[in-house]
């Protein structure tokens, strides 16, 4: 696809959606249409999160006991719900949430006739057993406390965890908190399978996460590809989704192992503040952090809503010289149509990051220089990185019918990127000498990256004879721009030596404009990404379900610097998906699955430009325990992926026959235990290996992936009354023994951290308040994240000591 092609193709989608979204408001808002009409159906919202405490028993009994909790009133039939159980409902909800709870299941609906006001009947004859469209923002999350319940990344049309045939792992805004996490790799130690990938320190602008024992470095928000700006805020994070395994058939070129997705905060209908504000303090330093929210309605009507998130952290770090801040703005607005048909979202972000440029520890005699503090700074006291992330977000959802829902979304996102640091990182590689020395480099990068996309999809659904179709149908255009601009990419190669034990960081780094400098005047990367899919969901019976999924893809790469030097890539690529599940019972499901995907190659090699393919083979089984107030998932796999670019011995010409497989089993658990006690763990055993290669790695195991990891967190509430509540959470980290490269010639030693927690809820001033102090690795472990090549590893942060005050306003 050639550039003018591309945004001609761009400019008509975008076109095309507009004129769609602009009917639709007009049509919806005029005063004399059907739709202004019937505004009296719109739902309260799903009001603010309450906490509800109701024990399985009769429909009915429950159905009462939430309308005088919740404060809505209930029309029904008896005998709509004679004999029919409701599952335990324990946990933070908002009503209607909670509604859908106690409904799971049952052959009942509800529909909301007013503000506070809702009637049941039975659901519409057939089997129609996927759950009704709903026009709710752009795939939002559903999940609340410690139980994931609902995911959008697996399919793009939202479904319980239960009924899809893959493995997604959900942290949910409830553990983020309880942890106090502050960045995504933080988060993501709850989930099995992944773990820090190899630029777990700032050597890169981009966060890394190994998955299922291969690097993935895109992150994706609300569903839409952006290249991590790392570490992102998780101010307005209401989750993190973690698909794991080879989706091309949805989202297009990607890592095999899976990929990350953040679901964002959405505009609420009700008017809330709230303020926070923590530090936190280790041996060498002392961080603050706060952030605030805002979110309501926008005059009268309830349809017009904005949100409004910032926040700000930054200090020492425990590294010697070293200081980071962030500063974060989220903006938001969403517009509601008449009868709850068509909603459009604008959502802009700032994010910038400032912080001192690091590169660990080197390794000496096959191992991290034991004689090294973890906390050495062996670089300059002048190193700096600074990352600024600009996007905008346009989403539109326009139910079309009761059964059918077009979504689409145009996103912007920009980075500008500069760093200037002095290094251990020479010619000879970062491995401690004899004489106890190190050569350092000093390393330039500047450059700006452009992501320009559009998506768009249309999903329908119907009854068939006894079967029951889900539909999708979509589309997505991708353009992204790497432009290293003047001396953008610089080295000077062994600019001197250091003492690892007697480090100088008062060096002064030289000019950007010095001669020594050997550098890129210009270098640009250009990719256009064009890809169309089709996806089917049918519940043959009302215990088997199965999915099929096909997508088409075209990429095109060109890379051209000022020597001159020019590269081009043109794959593309056809990639299936196929699951089926079967309900054995209401609370339990089998799946099997096969998925595939392809990765860019990036060997500025014509011989050896084909995409990177990967497939999977999956088997799961899921369970909902206590009512469904607590979820397990089980899942065994087997993950390929060939056209690996190796040497030949014999010709020394690079050859794509390179192989890396990785198969494993891998649990979660999340949810409650009882309604104070929730619980979220996990395990992983990872068996990988390089399978085919001429490099003498055969055999080895991929970089920064343990054979098993585990975790462990528990909340507890001590005491709830009405003067307050009280509750404490602890948990368990473990990570196996890892390699920091694919020649295995560095271990990093297996590690087990613990961290503890102790957290207050009380009311000041009728205002609701929380106070949260905790210990992140109470025993001092040290220990290393994830390393680099086969000469660096990546510290981890030792015991950490951190207070916050979450305030209502």
């Not at 000077?492 to 034990?501: G, H, P």
């Not at 210009?522 to 169309?532: I, K, M, V």
């Not at 050859?655 to 006690?677: H, N």
């Amino acid at each position: 696809m050639q550039s003018n092609d591309f945004f001609s193709l761009l400019k008509s989608s975008a076109a095309l959606v507009a004129a769609m979204l602009l009917g639709a408001v007009t049509t919806l808002a005029s005063p004399g249409s059907a739709l202004a009409q019937e505004a009296s159906a719109q739902a309260p919202a799903g009001g603010a999160q309450q906490l509800f405490s109701i024990p399985a028993g009769p429909l009915g009994e429950s159905l009462n006991r939430l309308a005088s909790e919740a404060g809505f009133s209930l029309s029904y039939a008896p005998e709509l719900v004679a004999g029919k159980q409701a599952p335990a409902l324990q946990g933070e909800y908002t009503p209607e949430n909670a509604l859908r709870v106690l409904l799971a299941g049952s052959g009942v609906t509800y529909r909301f006739t007013g503000p506070g006001s809702v009637v049941l009947s039975a659901a519409p004859a057939g089997p129609m057993m996927v759950d009704a469209i709903r026009v709710e923002g752009w795939r939002p999350s559903r999940n609340v406390g410690y139980r994931p319940d609902w995911v959008s990344s697996a399919s793009k049309t939202d479904a319980p965890l239960i009924e899809t045939p893959a493995s997604v792992a959900v942290v949910p805004e409830a553990v983020i908190r309880d942890q106090n996490a502050r960045t995504v790799e933080e988060a993501l130690r709850n989930v099995a399978g992944v773990g820090a990938g190899a630029n777990a320190a700032n050597v890169s602008v981009q966060e890394s996460f190994s998955i299922r024992g291969f690097n993935s470095l895109l992150i994706r928000v609300n569903g839409v590809q952006r290249r991590s700006t790392g570490p992102l805020s998780l101010a307005n994070v209401e989750s993190v989704e973690v698909l794991k395994g080879p989706f091309s058939v949805l989202y297009g070129d990607l890592a095999p192992g899976g990929f990350v997705n953040i679901q964002t905060k959405r505009p609420q209908q009700e008017a809330a503040a709230s303020l926070s504000l923590g530090g936190s303090a280790v041996s060498s330093g002392s961080e603050g952090f706060g952030s605030i929210d805002f979110t309501g309605p926008i005059g009268d009507g309830g349809q017009l809503l904005y949100r409004f998130i910032a926040s700000a952290e930054g200090g020492d770090t425990f590294v010697d010289t070293a200081e980071r801040e962030q500063y974060f703005i989220a903006p938001s607005l969403s517009y509601l149509g008449a009868d709850d048909r068509l909603r459009l979202d604008l959502d802009l972000s700032y994010l910038k990051n400032d912080e001192s440029f690091l590169f660990g520890i080197p390794t000496r005699d096959g191992r991290p220089d034991a004689r090294i503090p973890l906390d050495a700074q062996l670089g300059s006291s002048e190193n700096a990185k600074l990352t600024e992330d600009y996007s905008a977000e346009l989403r539109g959802t326009y139910e079309v019918s009761d059964n059918t829902r077009i979504d689409s979304a145009l996103t912007w996102h920009l980075t500008d990127h500069f760093s200037y640091a002095l290094r251990p990182f020479g010619s000879l590689g970062q491995i401690v000498a004899d004489d106890d020395t190190v050569r350092r480099s000093v390393s330039l990068r500047s450059y700006e990256s452009t992501d320009l996309q559009f998506e768009t999809n249309l999903v329908h659904e119907f009854a068939w004879g006894d079967s029951d179709w889900r539909l999708l149908f979509g589309a997505d255009i991708r353009r992204t721009e790497f432009d290293h601009a003047g001396r953008g990419f610089a080295n000077i190669a062994n600019f001197d030596f250091v003492n690892v034990l007697e480090p100088n960081t008062g060096v002064s780094l030289p000019p950007t404009d010095d001669p020594a400098f050997s550098f890129f005047d210009r270098a640009t990367q250009t990719t256009d990404t064009f890809g169309f899919y089709t996806q089917a969901e049918v519940w043959v019976t009302e215990q088997l379900k199965l999915l099929a999924g096909l997508r088409y893809t075209e990429l095109e790469y060109v890379y051209e610097d000022a020597f001159p030097f020019r590269f081009e890539e043109n794959p593309d690529n056809v990639d299936p998906r196929l699951g089926l599940l079967y309900k054995l019972t209401p609370a339990a499901s089998v799946y099997l699955s096969y998925s595939s995907s392809f990765e860019q190659s990036f060997s500025f090699d014509e011989a050896n430009s084909d995409p990177l393919e990967a497939t999977q083979f999956e088997a799961g089984y899921k369970h909902d325990f206590l009512d469904g107030a607590l979820s397990t998932t089980f899942s065994v796999y087997e993950l390929v992926q060939k056209n690996l670019v190796t040497t030949n011995p014999d010709t020394l010409l690079d050859e794509q026959i390179g192989e890396a497989r990785s198969r494993g089993f891998e649990a979660g658990l999340g949810g409650q235990l009882s309604p104070r006690t929730s619980i979220t763990a996990s395990y992983a055993f990872l068996d990988n290996e390089i399978t085919q290669d001429n490099n003498g790695f055969e055999g080895n195991r991929l970089p920064n992936t343990p054979e098993h990891e585990a975790s462990l967190w528990v909340n507890h509430a001590l005491f709830d009354r009405a003067s307050g509540r009280l509750e404490a959470g602890a948990g368990v980290f473990y990570e196996g023994e890892r390699f920091t490269g694919s020649r295995n010639t560095v271990p990093l030693p297996s590690y087990t951290t613990v961290d503890a927690a102790l957290s207050y809820s009380f009311k000041s001033g009728g205002r609701p308040m929380a106070l949260q102090g905790g210990v992140r690795n109470l025993l001092n472990e040290d220990y290393f994240v994830s390393g680099f090549g086969e000469g660096i590893a990546f510290a981890g942060t030792p015991r950490t000591i951190y207070l916050r005050l979450d305030m209502t306003l």
